[in-house]
């Protein structure tokens, strides 16, 4: 059995050993990568240096090149306008005797050819020789970056997508990861904590990391979310009208007015977010249901914080007294900066909210929620969903790109960054599952499946088939993004695809104008019709970690290899 006794104070832990604990892992693993690559770490900083050198020289090139280009143009535009003008001066004049406008009209015929002049004499020939220049620098640049990269090759190749989870369980073995979630680990949470399949088709999973903690499993998710959300749009029409003004002069006069009447429609159009949850399964306090939201007292000095501890004793009382009188069980906690700071609502267990929240369990909260508090707590029986802020723009794949480089420095900065982010953010989502003891010293019951494994999870197919390139799954005129949903049989994933088209319409809006009189104002907006299509993708156990991946139709994710075939 694992000593757990360090996690009874979860984010004092974190502060105290784990963070440091971790930030060794991640060196001391980067080092042993960077020796079993035999990487040549100052060839490769010679490299680059030149390399950054010809970059900034190349930068430097083409910004001279914009400016020349951008000369030509206003040359060319100088040329035109003068030739033409002057031309048509010279021809009214002539016709006309005016000697002011034959004058204008030479006057223009010389900008233009003085502009012709500049043009092919010194811009032109400019450009030209900034571009061979240009070009040769881009070759050379291309050619060192080539060779850093091939430089690090063995390094880069060293890195595998789990390695973050790794680590991280290295660091805190707690919390044990899987390899990948299996479709009995997925059977499991829908039949025996009764967790629903998210079928909805505007949700797509992005990322899924799972694991368990003393057998008690759980799933992070990061799912890209289609909402309709409401777009204002704007149109004018210019009226003109008379009226009748006083002349200053004791009498009237008559006068023409213009006035822009504007409008507006307000139509949905779909947008799509991100969003991270993290959902832990356990047995322990399996009746009870509440919800949380963050209480907003972060940043309050000790007096406010004060203020809101008695507002919420007083309101606590109160809910005690009405209970009583009820006949129903409520008992307020003596702790009422917990009360103030967990903000639960519709609590529907006192037995079992108690028996959760002990005053080890109440400490821990008033500690890290008084540091962070952007915590939405869901729970729902033995379901137990997170969701914060601070993970908002995290990346939980694990992907190598996120050190991926040809400069060795950038490569060890980028891996000992990223593994830091990924190993904070995520133990911050599980602090208010570890505040809890009871949450990882209980052992749920456990699930007896006699069926053979033989399918990838439907979670696991969602991610698969997003890491296509999105394009390839696009509908005929969809011209937003697209949710894909899977439906695995066999070796064969057909992937449905939704997006919308967005029609051109005008709708013509009432509005009344100065004139006392109702103008039809017309206000251009977008009308988004969902469409659909299907695709076929083939599924194979991996073999093999080389994938030709130049045109998105083939993906290696964990231990499958897919490929698109046809719609």
Not at 35 to 57: F, L, Q, R
Not at 224 to 238: D, I, K, Q, S
């Amino acid at each position: 059995m694992m000593n757990t006794e360090q996690y009874l104070e979860p984010l004092k832990y974190y502060e105290r050993e784990l963070k440091e604990t971790h930030r060794q892992n991640v060196e001391d693993c980067f080092a042993k990568l960077s020796d079993e690559s035999h990487v040549d770490i100052g060839s490769n900083k010679i490299t680059c240096t030149k390399y950054y050198a010809e970059k900034k020289a190349l930068d430097k090139l083409k910004k001279s090149l914009t400016a020349t280009k951008v000369g030509i143009v206003f040359m060319i535009i100088l040329m035109v306008v003068g030739f033409v003008l002057g031309l048509i001066l010279l021809i009214t004049g002539s016709s006309s005797g005016s000697g002011v406008s034959i004058g204008v009209g030479v006057g223009l015929l010389v900008t233009g050819v003085i502009a012709l002049v500049v043009w092919l004499a010194v811009f032109r020939p400019k450009k030209k020789d900034l571009q061979k220049i240009v070009d040769k620098k881009q070759k050379v640049a291309d050619k060192l970056q080539n060779e850093a990269y091939e430089q690090v090759r063995g390094l880069n190749n060293l890195f595998k997508p789990n390695l973050a989870v790794e680590l991280m369980e290295k660091t805190a073995p707690l919390i044990d990861f899987d390899e990948y979630l299996s479709s009995k680990t997925l059977k499991r949470i829908v039949n025996q904590f009764k967790d629903k399949l998210d079928t909805d088709k505007t949700h797509s999973t992005l990322v899924v990391q799972s694991g368990n903690i003393n057998t008690n499993p759980f799933i992070l998710r990061q799912k890209l979310v289609m909402e309709m959300v409401p777009e204002v749009y704007t149109g004018t029409l210019v009226i003109t009208y008379t009226k009748t003004v006083s002349d200053g002069e004791g009498g009237s006069k008559t006068i023409t007015v213009s006035q822009t009447l504007v409008a507006h429609v307000t139509k949905p159009r779909p947008q799509y977010t991100v969003y991270t949850g993290l959902n832990y399964y356990t047995d322990a306090a399996d009746k009870l249901s509440f919800y949380r939201t963050p209480a907003g007292m972060k940043g309050l000095s000790d007096k406010q914080i004060q203020r809101r501890t008695n507002k919420e004793d007083r309101e606590n009382q109160r809910k005690a007294e009405k209970a009583v009188k009820k006949g129903e069980n409520y008992t307020k906690f003596a702790n009422s900066k917990f009360e103030a700071y967990i903000n639960s609502e519709k609590r529907n267990n006192e037995l079992e909210y108690r028996l959760l929240f002990t005053p080890l369990a109440q400490n821990n909260f008033v500690y890290s929620l008084s540091k962070h508090d952007d915590i939405y707590y869901d729970k729902r029986g033995c379901i137990n969903s997170i969701s914060t802020t601070h993970d908002k723009d995290m990346d939980y794949s694990g992907d190598i790109s996120n050190y991926y480089h040809f400069d060795y420095e950038v490569i060890k900065a980028n891996f000992v960054s990223y593994n830091m982010k990924f190993f904070e953010a995520l133990y911050f989502d599980f602090v208010p599952l570890l505040n809890i003891p009871l949450f990882f010293q209980h052992q749920s019951a456990p699930f007896v499946d006699t069926e053979e494994e033989d399918v990838i999870s439907y979670y696991e197919a969602e991610v698969l088939i997003n890491k296509f390139e999105p394009d390839l799954f696009k509908p005929e005129h969809c011209d937003t993004d697209v949710i894909l949903k899977p439906t695995v049989s066999g070796n064969n994933i057909i992937v449905n695809s939704y997006g919308y088209q967005a029609i051109p319409r005008v709708e013509l809006v009432p509005t009344f104008g100065g004139d006392g009189r109702t103008h039809m104002v017309p206000v251009d907006y977008l009308e988004y019709k969902e469409v659909h299509d299907a695709f076929n993708v083939n599924l194979i156990n991996n073999d093999s970690e080389i994938v030709d991946n130049k045109n998105g139709s083939e993906v290696l994710y964990r231990k499958y290899r897919a490929h698109l075939l046809n719609k």
